[in-house]
């Protein structure tokens, strides 16, 4: 007796069918992720942010304006009479000018003039000619180094007033015939006159000291 087969169950069919899907979803997931390790190996790097332009500020920062600064170009002027005695000064503070009626030269035909104060009425550097004092002036003699030099120095004070009114510069001390002799007068504001002059023998202590 021969065995037939039997005819499968549409359950059967369904099955089978059910396991064809799957396979058929299997081998695409294998596919997919076959082509997809390559990329999932390579580690991406993200783009370096670019980094925002700082603002700097190019203004310089503020500073007090410097004060001009005197060397030896400083301007000179010439107040000997008979033996030439050159001056350096701050031409901000004093200004050279003819200290008689007509242009005057001493025996080198050099002109002679005198310095003048620019803020300070009556503030004046020139030679001294020894004219003579009033009585109501008192004389105080001392020596005192100014700058690299050091001076014989003749003070004038007015009794009256109790104020400096001359000072006699003399270089070198103890050359009261041959020495040069620079004389300031005072008129008004007696401490800041005498400052400012004695600033000028300190810029002119190299001319002084050549004689």
Not at 110 to 134: K, M, Q, T, V, Y
Not at 135 to 161: C, F, K, M
Not at 185 to 205: R, T, W
Request: glycine fraction near 6%.
């Amino acid at each position: 007796m021969i065995d037939v087969p039997a005819h499968p169950t549409e359950k059967d069919l369904m099955y089978q069918r059910r396991i064809f899907q799957a396979s058929i979803v299997l081998m695409l997931v294998l596919t997919l992720a076959c082509g997809l390790i390559p990329e999932s190996l390579e580690t991406s790097v993200p783009p370096s942010p670019i980094p925002s332009p700082q603002i700097i500020d190019t203004l310089p920062p503020e500073t007090p304006t410097p004060e001009i600064a005197i060397t030896q170009d400083a301007p000179l002027t010439q107040i000997g009479y008979f033996n030439s005695v050159y001056l350096r000064y701050d031409p901000n503070e004093w200004e050279s000018f003819s200290d008689s009626q007509g242009q005057q030269t001493n025996e080198k035909g050099e002109a002679i003039e005198a310095l003048r104060h620019r803020s300070i009425p009556g503030c004046f550097l020139h030679d001294n000619l020894g004219r003579g004092a009033p009585p109501s002036w008192e004389l105080q003699n001392n020596n005192r180094v100014i700058g690299s030099l050091e001076y014989h120095v003749e003070a004038w004070r007015d009794t009256a007033t109790q104020k400096p009114v001359l000072i006699v510069y003399q270089y070198p001390v103890g050359e009261s015939g041959t020495g040069t002799r620079i004389e300031l007068v005072i008129d008004q504001e007696p401490e800041q006159c005498i400052k400012s002059a004695e600033d000028v023998l300190i810029l002119s202590s190299d001319l002084i000291s050549r004689r």
